[in-house]
C-alpha cells in the first residue's frame, strides 16, 4: 500500500509565490507518488488570530481555491477542513494528557513567535499546544511522511516523538512520522525582503499581468548596479531570485550574462520576468477566477473530502480508544 502523506495550511489569505515553491508545486508532484490528505487547519489559525476570526471562513474557500487551481486534485488527494473532522480535536485532547509540559515549553518557534507576534497575547493554553494540534492532524490518518519547509522541521520531530511515546504507553498504533524536507530556492519580495503577506511585498498566484507589472516593475533590484551601464551582480538581487524559480535554465543564462556584462538593463530583466509569471499562471489565473464563481462547488469538495477524512480518522480513534482503554466497546462491558 502506498505510504501516507500530511501535510496543512492555516487559512490566513490567498497563497504567494513562496507558497507556491515552497509547497503547493510539491504537494501536486506528491500526488501521483503517494496517498495525500491536505489539510485547511482553521483551529490552528485560531491559536494566533483567535481576536481576529472573521476572515477564516471566506480564507478556507480562497485557500481550498488556490489549491484546486494549482493542481490538488480531489481524485486523487483527500482535501480535507480540521473543524470538520472532530476526531483531530478528540486525539488532541488524548495526546495532551500525555505530552510533558517540557517538551512544548522548549519548541523554538513557540518562544520565537511570542516574541515575534508581541501585539497579541499568546499566553493561551491552545497556542502552547499548537504543536499536540498539529501531531494529532498529522498521525490521526498514520502519515509516514510530512512535506513541510525547514521552518516546520522541529514541530515534525515533536509529532515523531509524541507518537512513540503514544506507542510506548498503550501498544503500537501510530507509525512516525518523518519530514519530507521541501528544498526551496529562496524567495524574495519586492522590497528585498522574504516573501510575506505581512511584510506587504508579496506577489500572489493570482496576481493578474497588470498587477504583475505594476509589483515587478518598480522592484528593488542590486542597489550597486545605480546606471544602465553599471555591471550587476545577480546573487544580489531580489528579481533573480524569482528567475531562478521560475525562468527555464536556458533563458536565465542569457539574462545572467547581460546583467553581468551591463548588455540588458533591469527593466528588460524585469519585463522578461512578468512575461514568464504571465505565461506560467495564466491557466491557474483561469481557474480560480472560475472557482471563485462557484464557492457553493468548492464547499462541497471540501465536505466530501472531510467526509472521507472523517472514515479513516475515525478508525484511528477506535483503535486508540481501545488500547486507552477509554468509552464502551461495543456495548460489551
Ligand atoms: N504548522 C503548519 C504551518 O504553520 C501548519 C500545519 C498544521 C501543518 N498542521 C500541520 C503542516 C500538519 C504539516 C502537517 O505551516
Ligand atoms: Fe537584477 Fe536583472 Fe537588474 Fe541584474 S538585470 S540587477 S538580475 S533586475
Known sequence: MNKRVLSGMRPTGKLHLGHWVGALDNWVKLQDKYRCFYAIVDWHALTTDYDRSSKIRENIIEIASDWLAAGIDPEKSTILLQSLVKQHAELHLLLSMIVPLGWLLRVPTYKEQLRQLSDRDLHTYGFLGYPVLQTSDIIIYK?????????????????????????????????????????????????????????GNAIFMDDSPENLRRKILPMMTDTERKRRTDPGTPEKCPVWTLHKAFTPKEKRKDIENGCRTASIGCVDCKKILIEELTEKFSAFRDKKRELMKRKDEVADIIIEGSKKAGEVAERTLEEVREVIGVGINSGRI
Open 143 to 199: 502519515a509516514e511522511l510530512v512535506p513541510v519547509g525547514e521552518d516546520q522541521k522541529y514541530h515534525v520531530e515533536l509529532a515523531r516523538e509524541i507518537a512513540r511515546r503514544f506507542n510506548n504507553l498503550y501498544g503500537e498504533v501510530f507509525p512516525e512520522p518523518k519530514e519530507l524536507l521541501t528544498p526551496v530556492p529562496k524567495i524574495l519580495g519586492t522590497d528585498g525582503r522574504k516573501m510575506s503577506k505581512s511584510y
